[in-house]
Nanobody, 126 residues
Framework: QVQLVESGGGSVQAGGSLRLSCVAS????????MAWFRQGPVGEREGVAA???????TYAESVKGRFTISRDNTKNTLYLQMDGLTPEDTAMYYC?????????????????????WGQGTQVTVS
């Protein structure tokens, strides 16, 4: 089973940028639907962005135009480029993965239906 390790979190001022990374173990990474979720100090965990095995992407409305999800299958790595950060983006960010058909990736992103989760990386915007 794949294991996920996130990095790249930190503290940044409003308007700044961060790039999160998520390295996946295993040799079937390219087949995975991958996603980023976050959970702030209050409220429930929410989906941020997802990318399927074909590279198609989905974003939450709150981050469209500011965040970019991408993947490098040669490095088994998922990225989240975050620009124009606001204090509302403060949260623990989690990487998630599952082997899903491309037609299932969006559905599972909305339902948060992923079998493997990372430990998270903290993002704080002030």
């Amino acid at each position: 089973q794949v294991q996920l390790v996130e990095s790249g979190g930190g503290s940044v001022q409003a308007g700044g940028s961060l790039r999160l990374s998520c390295v996946a173990s295993g040799n079937t990474y390219s087949a995975y639907c991958m996603a980023w979720f976050r959970q702030g100090p209050v409220g429930e965990r929410e989906g941020v962005a997802a990318i399927d095995s074909d590279g198609s992407t989905t974003y939450a409305e709150s981050v469209k135009g500011r965040f970019t999800i991408s993947r490098d299958n040669t490095k088994n790595t998922l990225y989240l480029q975050m620009d124009g950060l606001t204090p509302e983006d403060t949260a623990m960010y989690y990487c998630a993965a599952d082997v899903l058909l491309t037609t299932e990736c969006d559905r599972n992103f909305l339902q948060q239906g992923f079998g493997t989760w990372g430990q998270g990386t903290q993002v704080t915007v002030s």
